[in-house]
């Protein structure tokens, strides 16, 4: 897959950046700066083109996904940074998934449904719950920031919190942050993120 890699602090966790709909390896690259300056970085290119708008998985309309997609694309997610990690010399276990909308989405259904995935951390803006949470082993060494918009247009009513719900009927520690808003990022959300990141 594409990616930037930005070096940093190696005693610090390598934040992993994955963009929404209409991204690019570079767009939350200033995010991380935000989050932590001295934190290495590996930012990926989503590999789904949808009408030239980049992805990390297809889906047939909105909120109508492409399953055999979503499994494929996170196996390679993973199978990559796994290569990247060798590569770059950093952890997989020390590393911290930040992903926005749809890089949010692939980053939370990996911590969920690949048991074998060393990552124990996310920060993930405006996720979406695909639909299925087949899985069942235990995730008592994860944790992960959520942040919903109470007003957005891309999320069912409810879906949100089946996600939240998703992570903590398996132990994981979960920290849910609402806005008033909609699908944007703000940047209260952003402070949150970072408060809860250098706790």
Known sequence: MEHVYRAGDPSKPTLILLHGTGGDEHSLLEIASFLDPQMPVVSLRGTVSENGALRF???????????????????????TLRSLAEHYAFSLENTIIVGYSNGANIGAHLLLSRDKAPIKRGIFFHPMFLGKDAASFSLADKE????????????????????????EKRRAAVVPFYTSQGHQLLSSELKAAKEWLNK
């Open 57 to 79: 998985f297809r889906r047939f309309a909105e909120g109508n996904f492409d399953w055999e997609s979503i499994e494929k694309n996170t196996d390679e997610l993973l199978d």
């Open 144 to 167: 992960v920031w959520l942040s919903n918009g109470e007003h957005d247009p891309l999320l069912p009513a409810g879906n949100f919190d089946q996600l939240t719900t998703a992570f």
